[in-house]
């Protein structure tokens, strides 16, 4: 059974920041590669970033690209989401997800395991 939990959200001006986490039980994500995805409401599910287990290669939709960075601290078994210069429209439930492949992808499909969410709400 692996279990992802997603904490760090939130309410926040505009302009603010927030620093997602994702951490795992039952499986260590040292050999994952990973994803950032969010779902705001009466929307599709949509990729934000993705990271191989090296960490070295990253990806970012065009829309958070310069805001977003997602990091990875193997020792702890942890991915980031460091996210800043929030706007509205990035107001939604933020999922991680861990692929059983060594590197992320922009595709939900691509992913076998999710986390519960945690919701960012960004205020104008």
């Known amino acids: 059974q692996v279990l992802l939990v997603e904490s760090g959200g939130g309410l926040v001006q505009a302009g603010g920041s927030l620093r997602l986490s994702c951490s795992a039980s039952g499986r260590t994500l040292n050999n994952s590669g990973m994803g950032w995805f969010r779902q705001a409401p009466g929307k599709e599910r949509e990729f934000v970033a993705a990271i191989s287990v090296s960490g070295v290669t990253t990806y970012a939709a065009d829309s958070v690209k310069g805001r977003f960075t997602i990091s990875r601290d193997n020792t702890k078994n942890t991915v980031y989401l460091q996210m800043n210069n929030l706007k509205p429209e990035d107001t939604a439930v933020y999922y991680c997800?861990?692929?059983?492949?060594?590197?992320?992808?922009?595709?939900?499909?691509?992913?076998?395991?999710w986390g519960q969410g945690t919701q960012v709400t960004v205020s104008s």
């Open positions: 997800a861990a692929s059983t492949l060594r590197v992320g992808d922009r595709s939900p499909a691509f992913y076998a395991y």
